[in-house]
């Protein structure tokens, strides 16, 4: 038989989905994502990109707090012991992600933990294949499948995640352990400036490391970075290695030429990488309309419709501007209220 409504992803759109739905009595079936070596190291393990880093501290209604006590009583036994301990700064993001899940299972949410890998949405019910050979129906289909941010790979990177690598600004920006320190930015692009513009609010300086002599930003972005005396821009380099030792995290860059020059040692607090971001929407390829950079295109402001009729899309998968989990909750919530009123609408 078909589901009503079948929610794709495991990061605080699908979550949130998952409640209004449930609430709505649509008794949604959610595809987490599988727990593979592959989602491992590609950072898309179920719970989404929130789960790949510690402190929360810009989503709404966690301060700083005792929150054990509260993740003993909320969440189930069987995958509390798999937690780490809880600090007592506001929220961490597994914890924050654990508490979302939680509540849309207490809703009635059913979970399946594995990765969609072929969607049909030419027939009706629309058909879904898993990644162990499962297939399922449903009249309507939320994608909340994210998106991962990009990284240079390197083995050092890898080890200082969390302890001064970064790829978001405006989620770790305001650490202490960034303020009033030299940053590095790596990237030259628009959001590369950006990221080195915002973080220029709390860095002693921000050295934007940039592979060319030119930067990809637009000129007025270019502009922002040149006039800005907190940025300096390191010119034809790039990231070769991430310093740091075990008590401080990260130290300094070894930033690399490539234009023949010695390598330059950066010290510096935090590595910010700024190369862009993946969306998780290769199982959607000829499926759904989507755009340039892979992402799924919204077809109507204001609104989470896809250009198939019943499928609808939230949170990063088709937002490659916000990029925070509370919009991406935010859009979840209206994928949800938009698949009601579809259903409704068709009478199912
Ligand atoms: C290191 C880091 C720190 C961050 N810190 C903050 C912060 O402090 N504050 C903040 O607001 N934002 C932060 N962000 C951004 C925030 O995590 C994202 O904006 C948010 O998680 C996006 O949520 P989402 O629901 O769209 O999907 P995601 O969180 O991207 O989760 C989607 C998940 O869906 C699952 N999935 C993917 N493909 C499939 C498939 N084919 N089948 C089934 N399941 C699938 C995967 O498990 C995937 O991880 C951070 C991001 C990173 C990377």
Known sequence: MAEKVIIIGSGPAAWTAAIYCARAALKPLVIE???????????????????????????????????GAYLDAGIAADRRRLMAPSGKEGVSGPELMELMRQQAINFGARVITDDVVDVDFAARPFRLSASDGN????????????????YLGLPSE????????????????ALPRFRNKPLVVVGGGDSAVEE??????????????????????????????????KI??????????????????????????????PDLEQAATGVFLAIGHTPNT?????????????????????????????????GDVADDYYRQAVTAAGSGCMAALDAERWLAAQGL
């Not at 390829?285 to 609808?312: C, D, H, M, P, Q």
């Open 33 to 67: 994502g599988a727990l593979t070596e592959e989602n491992r190291l590609a950072g898309t393990l179920p719970l989404g990109q929130l789960a790949l880093t510690t402190e929360v501290e810009n989503y709404p209604g966690f301060p700083a707090g005792e929150i």
């Open 135 to 150: 297939t399922y129906q449903s009249h309507a289909v939320i994608v909340a499948t994210g998106a991962r941010a990009n």
């Open 232 to 261: 300096e821009i390191l010119w034809n380099r790039t990231l070769a290695e991430v310093l740091g030792n075990d008590k401080d995290g990260v130290t300094a860059a070894r930033l690399q030429s490539t234009v023949g020059q």
């Open 158 to 173: 890898e080890k200082y995640k969390n302890r001064g690598v970064s790829a978001c600004a405006v989620c770790d920006g």
């Open 282 to 314: 290769a199982f959607l390829k000829g499926k759904l309309e989507l755009t340039a950079k892979k992402y799924i295109k919204w077809t109507t402001a204001a609104r989470t419709y896809t250009s198939v009729e019943g499928v609808f899309a939230a």
């Open 196 to 229: 080195a513009d915002y973080l220029s609010k709390f860095a002693s300086t921000v050295y934007l490391v940039h592979r060319r002599d030119e930067l990809r930003a637009s000129k007025i972005m270019v502009q922002r970075a040149t006039t800005n005396p």
